[in-house]
Each structure stands twice: as C-alpha cells, then as structure tokens.
T-cell receptor
Framework: DGGITQSPKYLFRKEGQNVTLSCEQN?????MYWYRQDPGQGLRLIYY???????QKGDIAEGYSVSREKKESFPLTVTSAQKNPTAFYLC???????????????FGDGTRLSIL | GQNIDQPTEMTATEGAIVQINCTYQ??????LFWYQQHAGEAPTFLSY????GLEEKGRFSSFLSRSKGYSYLLLKELQMKDSASYLC?????????????FGQGTELSVKP
C-alpha cells in the first residue's frame, strides 16, 4: 500500500544530542513537509521541499536541518540548538503542480520526541 | 502576515448538527482544506474548497466565501467518533511554496 512512513514512533533525546527523524513516502509525491505540533495547538511548518535537492525554511526552522537527496525521503534532524524539542513531529507529502492547488497533503503517523 | 482563526473548542450532542467556522487573512490563496485529527494521531483530509460555495461529502460539508475570508465545516448526524480536533488550513500559491498555513484547530466534543 502507498503511504508515508515515519520512524521511530517515540524518540528520546539527551542534552547536547542531535537526533534524526525519518520520513519515507512511496506515493511518488513531489513535495514533502515537516511540521511540529505542541499540545492544544495547530501545526507549524519547520521545513518543506517542492522538488528533490531543494528545500526551504518554514516558520520555525531554527534548530532543525533537513536534506532531500531522494524524492522518497525527507529526514529531519533536531539539533542541540533546538532548546525545546519536546513535541509531536508530523511529516507530510503532496503531489505538487503549479496550476493545481487541490492536492491534499497526506500525513505520516508522527514521531513523538521527548527530552531525557 | 498570515492569520487563521477558529474557535478553540465546541461541544455538541450526538445526532445533532454542528458548524465550525474559520476566518483567514493570508497573503495568497490557492484553496482551503479541512482536516480531522484524533488525539495522538495524524490529521486526515476531509474536504477542499477553492471556489465559493458548498462542497458536500456525505455527513460533512464545507463552505467557502473568498470575498469574506470565511469558511465553515458542517457536520451532520453527529456520532461519538466525530469527537476530534478539526483543522482549517489555507494553501498559499505555488510561487509562495504552496505551503499550508494551519489554524490552531477546534476541539469538538460530542456528548451522548
């Protein structure tokens, strides 16, 4: 079945440690996105990529980094510079065309990151 | 700046109808999406509007007025499983990254 796979489901980070969250999709989607969700709040965009080998900062990119070397994969690294990383992280993808905005973003099941 | 407003929470009775409103002010507009999110789970796509008017999908309908920057999601014949958070999101233009800007979500509680 086609879909978006995020791993791990739960992740714990020690002080000063970088951690990487995996996101893989087999939907042949062009665009991929990373969001952060804090309790009782909406989704905030961290980074996004409309095509392979290109990505852009979202609204809260500080302390995070990404890469897009393959169409299927968009890993997110939470660096030690991110001082408040505890949150629910969601990866999404969509079939992105310049003239069609009606392609919904499909979400993975998320990764819950906590500080040890 | 981009701004999307929704009520924080709503309560309704099983079998009733509920309307969740969303107002937006964004620098671009290429459609409005509604998502449903159960606690601890990923959002799932419910509906999309890009032209003014009503889109109906079973028990769910969504309405858009672009001139007023306003949308609503209408849920009919409410069921207990409809208790969830409902997220309104505006898509920006492709040359703005085609990003989705999300509201904070409306937590709907359905009571027996």
């Amino acid at each position: 079945d086609g879909g978006i796979t995020q791993s791990p489901k739960y992740l714990f980070r020690k002080e000063g440690q970088n951690v990487t969250l995996s996101c893989e999709q087999n939907l042949n989607h062009d665009a991929m996105y990373w969001y952060r969700q804090d309790p009782g709040q909406g989704l905030r965009l961290i980074y996004y990529s409309q095509i392979v080998n290109d990505f852009q900062k979202g609204d809260i990119a500080e302390g995070y980094s990404v890469s897009r070397e393959k169409k299927e994969s968009f890993p997110l690294t939470v660096t030690s510079a991110q001082k408040n990383p505890t949150a629910f992280y969601l990866c999404a993808s969509s079939k992105e065309k310049a003239d069609r905005g009606n392609q919904p973003q499909h979400f993975g099941d998320g990764t819950r990151l906590s500080i040890l | 700046g981009q701004n999307i407003d929704q009520p924080t929470e709503m309560t309704a009775t099983e079998g009733a109808i509920v309307q969740i409103n969303c107002t937006y002010q964004t620098s671009g507009f290429n459609g409005l999406f509604w998502y449903q999110q159960h606690a601890g789970e990923a959002p799932t796509f419910l509906s999309y509007n890009v032209l003014d008017g009503l889109e109906e999908k079973g028990r769910f309908s969504s309405f858009l007025s672009r001139s007023k920057g306003y949308s609503y999601l209408l849920l009919k014949e409410l069921q207990m499983k409809d208790s969830a958070s409902y997220l309104c999101a505006v898509r920006l233009l492709y040359n703005q990254g085609g990003k989705l800007i999300f509201g904070q979500g409306t937590e709907l509680s359905v009571k027996p």
